[in-house]
């Protein structure tokens, strides 16, 4: 099995500049088609679907190595020393954060900047750190995702963007859920929701950037703040939108602020 098959890959545009467009949990490559069309005028884009989600090679899915992000971060690895790629841009979305920032520990010199849209190095509530979640909201959720995935799907979608002023974005986000693999999705949320990254931030040697909704019902604007403290020369910037989605809810704005640092 390639490489190519097993995650989907796509390149996009022939700039000289790469940039790796990479999914969150129970999302796919399709979540960038609004912002695709700008950043492939001037850039190589390279799309993806992480083993599991969208069109990737589920039979290559192993519950083992995917337990934790380190087995998608050694997917990221796997693209960039197949197509021999430097100087690349990563932005990151939700969990996408995290996986790159591991990738970039074991290939510091493929990466140019790391951007972070909506990240979280720990979901869970934890003494003086808010992370959004108890230990018991989490149980909840993952719950209900074995209970009902499509009833689960249904319901996060709402709260997870904003679907009064982009209800377009709540039913894509809906209908993205929906198409996952249960089982496989059940899984990549314990490695999303119970990851606790917090010690690796200092790690970070890459130049990063924070963006950041004011109103994200899955990361709150205490972890966006806890990141930029932890992350040596970092740069936060908010989007004055609600929703975890930026790139389908407000694209114009995230793709002018992706292009202000690329």
Known sequence: MTIQKRNNVQFIGNGEKTIILAHGFASNQQMWKYILPTLSQEYRVMLFDYVGSGASDKTAYSTEKYATLHGYAQDVIDMIDEWNLTNVVFVGHSISAMIGMLASFERPNAFSTLIMI???????????????????????????MELNFTGWASHLAPIVTDPERTPKATSQVE????????AIAREFATATFLADHRADLERIKVPTVLIQSKDDAIVPVQVSEYLHQHIAGSELVFLNIKGHYP???QPEETVAI????I
Do not use: H
């Open 175 to 182: 209908q993205t859920f929906k198409s996952n693999d249960a």
């Open 258 to 261: 992706l292009q202000r640092y």
């Open 118 to 144: 909506g990240a979280s190095p720990c979901y869970l509530n934890d003494g003086d750190y808010i992370g959004g979640f108890t230990k018991e909201a989490v149980e909840g959720l993952f719950q209900m």
């Open 247 to 249: 790139q389908i809810s």
